[in-house]
Antibody, heavy 117, light 107 residues
Framework: EVQLVESGGGLIQPGGSLRLSCAAS????????MSWVRQAPGKGLEWVSV???????YYADSVKGRFTISRDNSKNTLYLQMNSLRAEDTAVYYC???????????WGQGTLVTVSS | DIQVTQSPSSLSASVGDRVTITCRAS??????LNWYQEQPGKAPKLLIY???SLQSGVPSRFSGSGSGTDFTLTISSLQPEDFATYYC?????????FGGGTKVEIK
């Protein structure tokens, strides 16, 4: 059974950094397309980043240069390093996997990131 | 970037009703269109991929159609567990973009 469990969210001041983790089970992270999608309070879904099985990464313009997606194959875990955080980054962050590019087959429960002073 | 517009933004329906949600892309995306269901407090769930393919485990009352710029999600007979928010998402090109969502409420 596919399971994705996010962690690492919390309250952080503007300009700060945070690293989110997504522990996966039931499949191999390195052989899937792994993504981060976020949802600001009361808003819709917004794609953030993806890492392909081959290691290629892509980012939304809103986070490019500030966020970095990565994975640890030995831990079967996906990460999102978030730097220079802004109030508009406040959202629930979901990780998702897929066997096909550019879609989201399974999602975790999400972790809330609040950027506020 | 490809814009994806969903309509309506909300609707009220009764159990047993047939419900249709539409999604329009700002340019042709062939059949690179997926649909998701989001229930309160739960992780989003993939319902339909490639415009009309039913994800494994999803009830057959859900169906999708369309190609090019216009797409529809149909629930043939609304069930109590279907009251949720639905999103379409284009998978034609990066950046991946979602529609604004359609909230299906109980009449």
């Amino acid at each position: 059974e596919v399971q994705l469990v996010e962690s690492g969210g919390g309250l952080i001041q503007p300009g700060g950094s945070l690293r989110l983790s997504c522990a996966a089970s039931g499949f191999t992270v390195s052989s899937n397309y792994m993504s981060w999608v976020r949802q600001a309070p009361g808003k819709g879904l917004e794609w953030v980043s993806v890492i392909h099985s081959g290691g290629t990464t892509y980012y939304a313009d809103s986070v490019k240069g500030r966020f970095t997606i990565s994975r640890d194959n030995s831990k079967n875990t996906l990460y999102l390093q978030m730097n220079s955080l802004r109030a508009e980054d406040t959202a629930v962050y979901y990780c998702a996997n897929s066997i096909a590019p550019r879609r989201f087959d399974y999602w975790g429960q999400g972790t809330l990131v609040t950027v506020s002073s | 970037d490809i814009q994806v517009t969903q309509s309506p933004s909300s609707l009220s329906a009764s159990v047993g009703d047939r419900v249709t949600i539409t999604c329009r892309a700002s340019q042709s995306i062939s059949t690179y269109l997926n649909w998701y269901q989001e229930q309160p407090g739960k992780a989003p769930k993939l319902l339909i991929y490639a415009a009309s393919s039913l994800q494994s485990g999803v009830p057959s009352r859900f169906s999708g159609s369309g190609s090019g710029t216009d797409f529809t999600l149909t629930i043939s007979s609304l069930q109590p567990e279907d009251f949720a928010t639905y999103y379409c998402q284009q998978s034609y090109s990066i950046p991946l973009t979602f529609g604004g969502g359609t909230k299906v409420e109980i009449k």
